[in-house]
């Protein structure tokens, strides 16, 4: 079935009883091989007979009559037979009951019409009277019950078709459920092929309705009622009706070959869809049938076969090609098509049958194919006599021929071929076969008069067997000699020099030629029968049926047992059976292809290694097989699989072959898988779907199975036949056309057979055996990926072509080390520059695909430049190989930036081959057809100019009008420069012509520079100046304006020139009023705009130009002349603007004068000026330390003016934050104070800070008050923090009263001030006594305080004591004391007393603060008591303070202290 099958047609003639009768009708059974034959005898009139599929005759279902035959039907599924006679006779002949029944006689006349219905229940009969009868048939053939109908129709009837019924529910419900696996579905569905199994009713109806047409050429329906009504009628006798029931279509050819196609209703009623004439000779008895549903075929004893497609409305013919043995004029008679095998086959009445067979698959490339395209001529089967029929038929696809004389029955058998030792032979038809021997280069052909069914050759003999008979043929020289021959049913056979082995049951026998047995290899009954055989090198490889293997040493003089037998499926639990079994020349690997249980072969080889007792798979499956499955002789199988070679999927192999001499190499050919569509796989098989592969393997026990090579059969061959280093051995497809049919390298040897060199051989030749050896070992090494040692190889080979061989192995391996060597090797001086040219490129593709180029490997460079994304290259390599559709495509996707180039490069290549038009266009798309059109163009002006009128391109309109201007064409070039918009050479033109006042409307008009130029120039030589000057300034061209200006007095005109034009110009313009010496104003001016200002400043003084002078020293900037800016500022000193004078100075970098300048003229620093002042620490003009001298100077300066801030900047600049710190205390700050003293972090500026803090009001701001105690903790003066404390203890006496935080106070003062580092330790030691003291006296003044209320006696004489001390005015206020003792004898009413200490009072405490201590109501209340009314100099009470509000404060503060 697929297309590496090569087939011949065995021909069986049908070994008839009568042998005088001619066969005159031909039936095949639709599924058995049975062939009916009708004949007519002119002895006993007529018969009936029935063939198997080889010729031979049933013997038991023979009818014959007095006379003839007119129709014969098989039953649908049966082996039951209909026969009519042309007496109206019917009779069924039932092959497997062997019995004949007849049919109730219904008839008087010749039967023309004999049909089963579709499902066989019932049979139509129809006679030349019109009399139509249907009956109910039994399943053995019997009429069952009276007619079910019985009609007259008038007229001959001539055709009948059955209409298959529609499905019924049950039907539809049925087919779902077999879709869904169900097994008793299925079986219903397959009825037919099974044979067994009721028949399966569709819906209500069986199918019984049909067509019957009459002589009148009317066509008739009659419905499963039984109902007949009229359809249609045709103006001639029906040829043909034809039901296309996936259409309802009924086809209609009537004999003058009008075609017409009826839309059926269900009820039976015929809509016309279209009617047509065919073509083709009338009169002759048409051959027509419908094939793949919708292609009419019709033979009508032409030359051709005629083809009508129905889907496309197109029609073709087909005609035997007088190249494969047809005669000029052979008339085809009728034709057969078989649609399992797509072949169509045709009877001559030269006595051969022609076949075409259809190109098979789906995918595009064949759907494109043209009709008469998908047809492709085989070689013809050759009988005698003229065929007036044929037959395809039964399920064996056998085709049946009558050639009036007797029929013929081909069967297609594969064609035999083998080779072996440089010998191949090849079947070429049933008896001929072609011999070649590739050591001397002969062919030869070999007749065989027997049915041969396999040939073995070796360089000796070729012997043929067909499983009743061998036959031996010597080769002596160019001829073949019988050798020897014997009756033997051996089905298979091999060859070993002298010894023939041929099986029969659990035995090998070893036969000389002639047949005699010398040896038996005996097997056991376990082991099973031997049915394979395969030689290779000096051993046999045995297989038996029941998947066993044993390998035989045939080197000595008789076989020993080499390999054990083993059982395959022990070896590959679950496999299957063995199918092939092939071992190699060192008989150490044995390769085996499985038979599957359904009889196809499987998709894995397996390979047995007998020294290592080990099992390896190769799967075509892409499916990884389940790891490496444990066997149970406890050893691993290797799984390798196709999974890296897409191509190979979906793919099994067809037959494999070791080596004969080489034991590593193994070749096989696969072929595509049939019928295989995977649910998943949505997409059609790509087009790169080869059907048939050629693979090679390295086999070795180190590497194990490593993919050599693979490529596709190429199409000229059929199939494999074997590998012999260097080459591999095909047979060709027969009548395949000689003329370059081969691949490159491929030596032709003979019609037959064809060898191709392998990959690593090609350009070789025929080498010696060193050669080979190393060759081989390279393609090893290569294969296993081992550089170096395939490089070691072929080290001392000479040929350039194995250098060449290896080079290319490089572009696959991208070692351009070795790519090197290879070119130096082979004088590939361009290659190996190219390959040191592009070691630029940063991609290792991008370096492989030159070298890809230079060996001529352009599909690899091309997928290189692909894989690395080097579209530039790409394209490149597309324009170089003359590509460039690809190359544009390529452009326009991927590589952008050379599109145009691309299209430019096409256009010079479509202008170079003459294709103008084109050339044209790829000129525009490349924004060049302004120059290159024109060049292109120039012999054709016609052409040029329509396309310049057609562009309405500017640059070219430009163009063109100058090439007219050129063949003074003026008014057309004018018309074309306006178009042009060139407003200059309008102008040029129109002065030329003299027409000046057009052109200078044209200047005005457009203010075009060039044209104003141009116009200007010829007014200035017309000597009109003033319209030459105006021109030259609308042509911008002041110079020009200028220098006319000056030649004619135009002084007004030239000022306002030379300040619209160049630097240059104006300078100009100012030395020429200078010269003058007037209006030197002017002269400043330009001086200055042109950037000359010492020039400009000179002028200024020399004239007192003040105001010119101010504009001028604002735009003096630092990159002015510091010459020139001293100058400016000198003179402004004399002129006593000293600001604008300061300002230069600073300009200028003087600083040092700038600040003289401030102090002398008591300027105010502003800040900016004080910005200007500073000198970056980076600047080069200073040194550090003049720069710091120059900032404190600034200072300095800033402070004798009051402004204490900028001071403080400059001197932090400067880095003297001392002085900073002094300027910003002027300033009084406080906040910069703090932060100033917080950053610097300086001992004495944390003391300044706080000295100056203390002297604000620290009492009534917290926050100071912590400042001053961190400041001094931080400056570490601890001495002035003691200080500040004893200040504190003082307000809090002072100001509250609160002795308790006073005392707290001391005690933090004493602690300071104990661990401070005085200069003189006396003063404080002495500091620390009076603190000492201090803080006693207190501390007894708080005790009588606090024990007042529960012992006031005691606290009484406390403050008695305490007054009688010496130092006690320093600690404790006297007012305190004494206006405690006041309060407390007013509250115990001794009156007297309180009056004393009162008086006491007054005398020690000023009159004013007296309220302070002593309350008014107590003051009242003494003077009550005694008597004595109150003094007036005692003051009115005043508020007095309370301490609550600083409470939290002095906390703060004590503890911020508590550990300075």
Same mark, same amino acid.
Request: charged share 25%; proline share 3%.
């Given at each position: 079935?697929?297309?590496?099958?090569?087939?011949?047609?065995?021909?069986?003639?049908?070994?008839?009883?009568?042998?005088?009768?001619? !066969?005159?009708?031909?039936a095949?059974?639709?599924?058995?091989?049975?062939?009916?034959?009708?004949?007519?005898?002119?002895?006993?009139?007529?018969?009936?007979?029935?063939?198997?599929?080889?010729?031979?005759?049933?013997?038991?279902?023979?009818v014959?009559?007095?006379?003839?035959v007119?129709?014969?039907?098989?039953?649908?599924?049966?082996?039951?037979?209909?026969?009519?006679?042309?007496?109206?006779?019917?009779?069924?002949?039932?092959?497997?009951?062997?019995?004949?029944?007849?049919?109730?006689?219904?008839?008087?006349?010749?039967?023309?019409?004999?049909?089963?219905?579709?499902?066989?229940?019932?049979?139509?009969?129809?006679?030349?009277?019109?009399?139509?009868?249907?009956?109910?048939?039994?399943?053995?053939?019997?009429?069952?019950?009276?007619?079910?109908?019985?009609?007259?129709?008038?007229?001959?009837?001539?055709?009948?078709v059955f209409?298959?019924?529609?499905?019924?529910?049950?039907?539809?419900?049925?087919?779902?459920?077999?879709?869904?696996?169900?097994?008793?579905?299925?079986?219903?569905?397959?009825?037919?092929?099974?044979?067994?199994?009721?028949?399966?009713?569709?819906?209500?109806?069986?199918?019984?309705?049909?067509?019957?047409?009459?002589?009148?050429?009317?066509v008739?329906?009659?419905?499963?009622?039984?109902?007949?009504?009229?359809?249609?009628?045709?103006?001639?006798?029906?040829?043909?009706?034809?039901?296309m029931?996936?259409?309802?279509?009924?086809?209609?050819?009537?004999?003058?070959?009008?075609?017409?196609?009826?839309?059926?209703?269900?009820?039976?009623?015929?809509?016309?869809?279209m009617?047509?004439?065919?073509?083709?000779?009338?009169?002759?008895?048409a051959?027509?049938?419908?094939?793949?549903?919708?292609?009419?075929?019709?033979?009508?004893?032409?030359t051709?076969?005629?083809?009508?497609?129905?889907?496309?409305?197109?029609?073709?013919?087909?005609?035997?090609?007088?190249?494969?043995?047809?005669?000029?004029?052979?008339?085809?008679?009728?034709?057969?098509?078989?649609?399992?095998?797509?072949?169509?086959?045709?009877?001559t009445?030269k006595?051969?049958?022609?076949m075409?067979?259809?190109?098979?698959?789906?995918?595009?490339?064949?759907?494109?194919?043209?009709?008469?395209?998908?047809?492709k001529?085989?070689?013809?089967?050759?009988?005698?006599?003229?065929?007036?029929?044929?037959?395809?038929?039964?399920?064996?696809?056998?085709?049946?021929?009558n050639?009036?004389?007797?029929?013929?029955?081909?069967?297609?058998?594969?064609?035999?071929s083998?080779?072996?030792?440089?010998v191949?032979?090849?079947?070429?038809?049933?008896?001929?076969?072609?011999?070649?021997?590739?050591?001397?280069?002969?062919?030869?052909?070999?007749?065989?008069?027997?049915?041969?069914?396999?040939?073995?050759?070796?360089?000796?003999?070729?012997?043929?067997?067909?499983?009743?008979?061998?036959?031996?043929?010597?080769?002596?020289?160019?001829?073949?000699?019988?050798?020897?021959?014997f @009756?033997?049913?051996?089905?298979v056979?091999?060859v070993?020099?002298?010894?023939?082995?041929?099986?029969?049951?659990?035995?090998?026998?070893?036969?000389?030629?002639?047949?005699?047995?010398?040896?038996?290899?005996?097997?056991?009954?376990?082991?099973g029968?031997?049915?394979?055989?395969?030689?290779?090198?000096?051993?046999?490889?045995?297989?038996?049926?029941?998947?066993?293997?044993?390998?035989?040493?045939l080197?000595?003089?008789?076989?020993?047992?080499?390999?054990?037998?083993?059982?395959?499926?022990?070896?590959?639990?679950?496999?299957?059976?063995?199918?092939?079994?092939?071992?190699?020349?060192?008989?150490?690997?044995?390769?085996?292809?499985?038979?599957?249980?359904?009889?196809?072969?499987?998709?894995k080889?397996?390979?047995?290694?007998?020294?290592?007792?080990?099992?390896? @798979?190769?799967?075509f499956k892409?499916e990884?097989?389940?790891?490496?499955?444990?066997?149970?002789?406890?050893?691993?199988?290797?799984?390798?699989?196709?999974?890296?070679?897409?191509?190979?999927?979906?793919?099994?192999?067809?037959?494999?072959?070791?080596?004969?001499?080489?034991?590593r190499?193994?070749?096989?050919?696969?072929i595509?898988?049939?019928?295989?569509?995977?649910?998943?796989?949505k997409?059609?098989?790509?087009?790169?779907?080869?059907?048939?592969?050629?693979?090679?393997?390295?086999?070795?026990?180190?590497?194990?199975?490593?993919?050599?090579?693979?490529?596709?059969?190429?199409?000229?061959?059929?199939?494999?036949?074997?590998?012999?280093? !260097?080459?591999?051995?095909?047979?060709?497809?027969?009548?395949e056309?000689e003329?370059?049919?081969?691949?490159?390298?491929?030596?032709?040897?003979?019609?037959?057979?064809?060898?191709?060199?392998?990959?690593?051989?090609?350009?070789?030749?025929?080498?010696?055996?060193?050669?080979?050896d190393?060759?081989?070992?390279?393609?090893?090494?290569?294969?296993?990926?081992?550089?170096?040692?395939?490089?070691?190889?072929?080290?001392?080979?000479?040929?350039?072509?194995v250098?060449?061989?290896?080079?290319?192995?490089?572009?696959?391996?991208?070692?351009l080390?070795? #790519?090197?060597?290879?070119?130096?090797?082979?004088?590939?001086a361009?290659?190996?520059?190219?390959?040191?040219?592009?070691?630029?490129?940063?991609?290792?593709?991008?370096?492989?695909?030159?070298?890809a180029?230079?060996?001529?490997?352009?599909?690899?460079?091309?997928?290189?430049?692909?894989?690395?994304?080097?579209?530039?290259?790409l394209?490149k390599?597309?324009?170089?190989?003359?590509?460039?559709?690809?190359?544009?495509?390529?452009?326009?996707?991927?590589?952008?930036?050379?599109?145009?180039?691309?299209?430019?490069?096409?256009?010079?290549?479509?202008e170079?081959?003459?294709?103008?038009?084109?050339?044209?266009?790829?000129?525009?798309?490349?924004?060049?057809?302004?120059?290159?059109? !024109?060049?292109?163009?120039?012999?054709?002006?016609?052409?040029?100019?329509?396309?310049?009128?057609?562009?309405?391109?500017?640059?070219?309109?430009k163009?063109?009008?100058?090439?007219?201007?050129?063949?003074?064409?003026?008014?057309?070039?004018?018309?074309?420069?306006a178009?042009?918009?060139?407003?200059?050479?309008?102008?040029?033109?129109?002065?030329?012509?003299?027409?000046?006042?057009?052109?200078?409307?044209?200047?005005?008009?457009?203010?075009?520079?060039?044209?104003?130029?141009?116009? #200007?120039?010829?007014?200035?030589?017309?000597d009109?100046?003033?319209? #030459?000057v105006?021109?030259?300034?609308?042509?911008?061209?002041?110079?020009?304006?200028?220098?006319?200006?000056?030649?004619?007095?135009?002084?007004?005109?030239?000022?306002?020139?030379?300040?619209?034009?160049?630097?240059?110009?104006?300078?100009?313009?100012?030395?020429?009023?200078?010269?003058k010496?007037?209006?030197?104003?002017?002269?400043?001016?330009?001086?200055?705009?042109?950037?000359?200002?010492?020039?400009?400043?000179?002028?200024?003084?020399?004239?007192?130009?003040?105001?010119?002078?101010?504009?001028?020293?604002?735009?003096?900037?630092?990159h002015?002349?510091?010459a020139?800016?001293?100058?400016?500022?000198?003179?402004?000193?004399?002129?006593?603007?000293y600001?604008?004078?300061?300002?230069?100075?600073?300009?200028a970098?003087?600083?040092?004068?700038?600040?003289? &300048?401030? &102090?002398?003229?008591?300027?105010?620093?502003?800040?900016?000026?004080?910005?200007?002042?500073?000198?970056?620490?980076?600047?080069?003009?200073?040194?550090?330390?003049?720069?710091?001298?120059?900032?404190?100077?600034?200072?300095?300066?800033?402070?004798?003016?009051g402004?204490?801030h900028?001071?403080?900047?400059?001197?932090?600049?400067?880095?003297?934050?001392?002085k900073?710190?002094?300027?910003?205390?002027?300033?009084?700050?406080?906040?910069k104070?703090?932060?100033?003293?917080?950053?610097?972090?300086?001992?004495?500026?944390?003391?300044?800070?706080a000295?100056?803090?203390?002297s604000?009001?620290?009492?009534?701001?917290?926050?100071i008050?912590?400042?001053?105690?961190?400041?001094?903790?931080?400056?570490?003066a601890?001495?002035?923090?003691?200080?500040?404390?004893? #200040?504190?203890?003082?307000?809090?006496?002072?100001?509250?009263q609160?002795?308790?935080?006073?005392?707290?106070?001391?005690?933090?003062?004493?602690?300071?001030?104990?661990?401070?580092?005085?200069?003189s330790?006396?003063?404080?030691e002495?500091? &620390?006594?009076?603190?000492?003291?201090?803080?006693?006296?207190?501390?007894?003044?708080?005790?009588?305080?606090?024990?007042?209320?529960?012992?006031?006696?005691e606290?009484?004489?406390?403050?008695?004591?305490?007054?009688?001390?010496?130092d006690?005015?320093n600690?404790?206020?006297?007012?305190?004391?004494?206006?405690?003792?006041?309060?407390?004898?007013?509250?115990?009413?001794?009156?007297?007393?309180?009056?004393?200490?009162?008086?006491e009072?007054?005398?020690?405490?000023?009159?004013?603060?007296?309220?302070?201590?002593?309350?008014?109501?107590?003051?009242?209340?003494?003077?009550?008591?005694?008597?004595?009314?109150?003094?007036?100099? &005692?003051?009115?009470?005043?508020?007095?303070?309370?301490?609550?509000?600083?409470?939290?404060?002095?906390e703060?503060v004590?503890?911020e202290?508590?550990?300075?």
């Amino acid at each position: 079935v697929t297309a590496s099958i090569m087939a011949v047609y065995v021909d069986h003639r049908t070994e008839a009883p009568d042998s005088v009768a001619s !066969p005159s009708h031909i039936a095949w059974h639709p599924l058995h091989p049975l062939l009916a034959v009708a004949s007519i005898s002119t002895a006993s009139g007529g018969c009936v007979d029935i063939y198997l599929e080889q010729g031979e005759h049933v013997s038991d279902a023979h009818v014959e009559r007095s006379f003839q035959v007119a129709s014969l039907s098989w039953h649908p599924s049966r082996p039951i037979l209909a026969a009519g006679w042309e007496t109206g006779e019917v009779v069924i002949l039932n092959k497997q009951e062997k019995e004949h029944h007849a049919v109730p006689p219904n008839h008087n006349a010749k039967i023309t019409v004999l049909n089963w219905s579709t499902n066989g229940t019932c049979l139509v009969s129809g006679d030349r009277h019109g009399v139509l009868v249907l009956w109910r048939m039994d399943q053995r053939g019997r009429v069952q019950g009276p007619a079910l109908l019985k009609q007259e129709c008038g007229k001959c009837l001539s055709h009948c078709v059955f209409r298959p019924p529609p499905p019924g529910e049950d039907f539809v419900q049925l087919a779902k459920a077999a879709v869904g696996g169900d097994e008793k579905a299925l079986d219903m569905f397959n009825w037919r092929k099974a044979g067994t199994g009721a028949p399966l009713k569709m819906g209500l109806q069986e199918g019984l309705s049909f067509f019957i047409t009459l002589t009148d050429g009317s066509v008739h329906y009659v419905s499963e009622k039984g109902k007949t009504r009229h359809v249609l009628s045709t103006d001639s006798l029906v040829q043909k009706l034809l039901f296309m029931e996936e259409r309802d279509v009924l086809v209609v050819i009537t004999e003058n070959l009008q075609l017409s196609l009826h839309a059926i209703t269900l009820e039976g009623e015929a809509e016309e869809l279209m009617k047509v004439k065919l073509s083709g000779k009338i009169g002759h008895s048409a051959d027509i049938i419908l094939i793949d549903h919708s292609l009419v075929v019709t033979a009508l004893g032409e030359t051709v076969i005629r083809f009508w497609d129905l889907d496309r409305d197109e029609n073709y013919v087909l005609s035997p090609d007088v190249q494969f043995g047809f005669e000029g004029g052979e008339c085809i008679n009728c034709v057969s098509y078989c649609s399992a095998k797509g072949l169509l086959a045709a009877g001559t009445n030269k006595g051969r049958i022609a076949m075409w067979r259809k190109a098979a698959g789906s995918h595009q490339s064949i759907r494109a194919l043209e009709g008469k395209e998908k047809w492709k001529l085989q070689a013809p089967t050759e009988l005698e006599g003229n065929v007036i029929q044929i037959k395809w038929g039964s399920r064996k696809n056998l085709l049946a021929v009558n050639n009036i004389s007797s029929v013929v029955i081909l069967s297609e058998q594969a064609m035999s071929s083998h080779f072996h030792q440089q010998v191949a032979v090849v079947q070429v038809s049933p008896n001929l076969f072609n011999v070649t021997f590739f050591s001397t280069g002969t062919t030869h052909s070999l007749r065989v008069d027997m049915n041969v069914n396999g040939v073995f050759a070796t360089k000796d003999a070729v012997v043929f067997w067909n499983g009743k008979q061998v036959t031996v043929f010597e080769c002596s020289g160019d001829t073949f000699r019988s050798a020897g021959s014997f @009756l033997c049913d051996s089905p298979v056979l091999s060859v070993h020099g002298e010894n023939l082995y041929t099986v029969e049951p659990y035995r090998v026998q070893v036969r000389t030629w002639q047949g005699t047995v010398k040896q038996l290899l005996v097997f056991s009954e376990a082991e099973g029968n031997p049915c394979l055989l395969d030689v290779c090198g000096n051993f046999l490889a045995v297989g038996t049926d029941l998947a066993h293997f044993k390998i035989f040493d045939l080197s000595r003089r008789e076989a020993k047992v080499h390999c054990n037998s083993k059982n395959f499926s022990e070896l590959f639990p679950g496999l299957g059976g063995i199918a092939s079994v092939k071992c190699n020349a060192n008989g150490n690997k044995v390769s085996i292809l499985v038979s599957k249980t359904d009889g196809n072969i499987d998709s894995k080889i397996c390979f047995y290694d007998v020294e290592m007792d080990k099992v390896t @798979l190769f799967d075509f499956k892409a499916e990884q097989g389940n790891g490496r499955e444990k066997l149970s002789s406890g050893q691993g199988i290797d799984n390798r699989s196709a999974v890296d070679y897409p191509e190979l999927h979906s793919h099994i192999p067809a037959c494999h072959f070791w080596d004969q001499s080489e034991p590593r190499l193994f070749v096989c050919e696969a072929i595509l898988e049939t019928g295989l569509q995977y649910p998943d796989q949505k997409k059609k098989q790509t087009e790169s779907t080869m059907d048939v592969w050629i693979i090679s393997f390295f086999s070795t026990e180190e590497h194990g199975l490593l993919l050599q090579d693979s490529f596709p059969l190429p199409s000229s061959y059929q199939v494999l036949l074997g590998i012999e280093v !260097p080459h591999y051995y095909f047979a060709k497809k027969p009548g395949e056309a000689e003329k370059g049919q081969a691949e490159s390298g491929s030596i032709k040897v003979s019609q037959m057979v064809a060898r191709r060199p392998m990959r690593d051989f090609i350009g070789l030749g025929d080498c010696d055996k060193t050669t080979r050896d190393a060759m081989l070992n390279f393609s090893f090494y290569l294969t296993a990926g081992d550089m170096d040692e395939a490089f070691k190889s072929i080290k001392l080979i000479k040929s350039e072509a194995v250098w060449e061989s290896m080079a290319r192995m490089c572009v696959k391996t991208q070692r351009l080390d070795v #790519a090197k060597i290879c070119l130096g090797n082979m004088g590939h001086a361009r290659g190996a520059k190219a390959l040191r040219e592009a070691e630029q490129e940063p991609e290792q593709e991008a370096r492989v695909a030159v070298l890809a180029i230079q060996l001529g490997m352009l599909e690899d460079a091309e997928r290189l430049y692909k894989a690395c994304k080097r579209y530039d290259l790409l394209n490149k390599f597309y324009q170089a190989s003359n590509q460039w559709q690809k190359a544009i495509e390529t452009a326009e996707a991927h590589d952008r930036v050379h599109l145009r180039t691309t299209y430019y490069n096409y256009a010079k290549h479509l202008e170079a081959t003459g294709e103008h038009s084109l050339a044209l266009a790829h000129y525009e798309k490349s924004d060049t057809h302004r120059f290159e059109v !024109p060049r292109m163009l120039s012999e054709d002006l016609q052409a040029l100019e329509n396309y310049v009128n057609k562009m309405k391109d500017k640059s070219l309109w430009k163009w063109w009008a100058q090439y007219l201007e050129s063949q003074s064409d003026m008014e057309s070039a004018l018309k074309y420069y306006a178009l042009a918009q060139d407003y200059f050479s309008l102008v040029r033109v129109h002065c030329f012509q003299g027409n000046i006042q057009k052109a200078a409307e044209i200047a005005n008009e457009t203010g075009n520079w060039a044209a104003s130029y141009h116009l #200007a120039r010829q007014y200035e030589s017309q000597d009109e100046i003033k319209q #030459a000057v105006h021109f030259y300034t609308r042509a911008q061209a002041f110079n020009n304006a200028i220098r006319l200006c000056k030649e004619n007095n135009l002084d007004d005109q030239l000022m306002n020139l030379a300040l619209l034009s160049s630097p240059e110009d104006m300078i100009e313009a100012a030395c020429y009023y200078e010269e003058k010496g007037e209006q030197m104003d002017r002269a400043v001016m330009l001086y200055h705009k042109a950037g000359h200002f010492s020039k400009a400043l000179e002028l200024a003084f020399a004239t007192q130009q003040f105001g010119a002078l101010q504009l001028i020293a604002e735009d003096l900037d630092e990159h002015s002349d510091p010459a020139l800016l001293a100058r400016c500022s000198d003179f402004f000193i004399e002129h006593a603007q000293y600001e604008k004078a300061m300002e230069l100075l600073l300009t200028a970098k003087k600083y040092r004068e700038a600040l003289q &300048l401030c &102090l002398k003229q008591n300027l105010t620093i502003t800040e900016e000026m004080a910005e200007k002042m500073t000198v970056s620490k980076d600047s080069k003009d200073l040194s550090e330390e003049s720069r710091r001298e120059l900032l404190e100077q600034i200072a300095d300066c800033c402070m004798r003016q009051g402004n204490y801030h900028m001071a403080t900047k400059k001197y932090t600049q400067a880095g003297n934050k001392l002085k900073a710190m002094r300027a910003l205390l002027k300033s009084g700050d406080t906040e910069k104070i703090v932060f100033f003293a917080g950053v610097s972090r300086q001992r004495e500026i944390y003391i300044m800070a706080a000295n100056y803090l203390q002297s604000l009001d620290w009492c009534k701001d917290p926050e100071i008050m912590k400042n001053i105690i961190s400041f001094y903790t931080k400056g570490k003066a601890l001495d002035l923090l003691a200080g500040f404390y004893d #200040a504190c203890a003082q307000v809090e006496i002072d100001e509250y009263q609160n002795y308790e935080k006073a005392q707290g106070a001391l005690t933090e003062a004493y602690k300071c001030l104990s661990k401070a580092k005085t200069r003189s330790p006396l003063e404080q030691e002495s500091k &620390l006594a009076l603190l000492q003291s201090k803080m006693t006296l207190i501390k007894r003044f708080i005790h009588a305080r606090r024990v007042y209320s529960e012992d006031p006696k005691e606290a009484v004489r406390q403050c008695e004591l305490l007054l009688a001390e010496q130092d006690f005015d320093n600690a404790i206020r006297h007012g305190d004391v004494l206006g405690f003792l006041v309060e407390h004898y007013v509250q115990v009413e001794d009156f007297h007393t309180a009056y004393r200490y009162l008086e006491e009072m007054q005398k020690r405490v000023p009159p004013m603060n007296l309220s302070y201590y002593v309350t008014q109501q107590t003051i009242e209340a003494v003077h009550r008591g005694v008597g004595i009314p109150v003094s007036r100099t &005692l003051v009115p009470e005043e508020i007095r303070h309370s301490s609550v509000e600083n409470k939290e404060v002095e906390e703060e503060v004590a503890d911020e202290v508590e550990d300075p």
